[in-house]
């Protein structure tokens, strides 16, 4: 028995490669994406998404699908409207942290609860539109404990146990 190879046919180089000619251009112009015209209609162009004649939509948001849910990641509510920060959410969270730092002023206090209420309010009314819930909590909650520090301190001056002046001098 012989353990040599057969020998090439006409088709064939030795090394076993192919001596055939390309195949022939297809006879119909091939659509190109970075051509300034549409892509032909039928069958003739390249596969892809959303060309006529492949039961495809277009491009966008695939049938059957609902839109993104409100305050979806983004910035970008409902139906694809950018988000805005709600003005009262923004004085709330303001107002609260003046209210904790100007303890015995707590009617600034009084305004963060107020305005993060109706923040608050507004921003669920908004159907995705408006986005600063957290600001508003954050205000709310701030202004409360600031009332509850303006209280305190002014408990403390009635009573005697401070005289609520403050005296920053050494001597």
Same mark, same amino acid.
């Given at each position: 028995m012989s353990n040599e190879y057969p020998p090439? $046919?006409?088709? %064939?180089?030795?090394? #076993?490669q192919s001596n055939q000619p390309p195949p022939p251009p297809p006879s119909e112009p091939q659509w190109n994406p970075q051509s300034a015209g549409p892509p032909p209609s039928g069958s003739g162009g390249e596969p892809g998404y959303? %060309?006529?004649?492949?039961?495809q /939509?277009?491009?966008? %948001?695939? /049938?059957?699908?609902?839109p993104p849910p409100p305050g979806a990641p983004g910035g970008y509510g409902a139906y694809g409207v950018p988000q805005k920060t709600s003005p009262l959410a923004i004085v709330s969270l303001v107002l609260g942290i003046v #209210?904790?730092?100007?303890?015995?002023?707590?009617?600034?206090?009084?305004?963060?609860i107020v305005t993060g209420s109706i923040g608050r309010n507004q921003i669920k009314q908004s159907n995705g539109q408006l986005k600063g819930?957290?600001?508003?909590l954050?205000? +709310?909650? +701030?202004? @409360? @404990?600031?009332? @509850?520090?303006?209280?305190?301190?002014?408990? +403390?001056?009635? $009573?005697g146990a401070i005289n609520g002046e403050f005296n920053f001098s050494t001597s």
């Amino acid at each position: 028995m012989s353990n040599e190879y057969p020998p090439p $046919t006409p088709e %064939q180089d030795p090394a #076993g490669q192919s001596n055939q000619p390309p195949p022939p251009p297809p006879s119909e112009p091939q659509w190109n994406p970075q051509s300034a015209g549409p892509p032909p209609s039928g069958s003739g162009g390249e596969p892809g998404y959303g %060309q006529p004649g492949y039961g495809q /939509p277009g491009y966008g %948001q695939p /049938p059957g699908y609902p839109p993104p849910p409100p305050g979806a990641p983004g910035g970008y509510g409902a139906y694809g409207v950018p988000q805005k920060t709600s003005p009262l959410a923004i004085v709330s969270l303001v107002l609260g942290i003046v #209210g904790i730092c100007c303890g015995q002023l707590f009617v600034l206090s009084i305004g963060a609860i107020v305005t993060g209420s109706i923040g608050r309010n507004q921003i669920k009314q908004s159907n995705g539109q408006l986005k600063g819930g957290g600001m508003a909590l954050a205000g +709310l909650i +701030l202004g @409360v @404990v600031g009332i @509850v520090v303006g209280i305190g301190y002014w408990i +403390l001056i009635a $009573t005697g146990a401070i005289n609520g002046e403050f005296n920053f001098s050494t001597s």
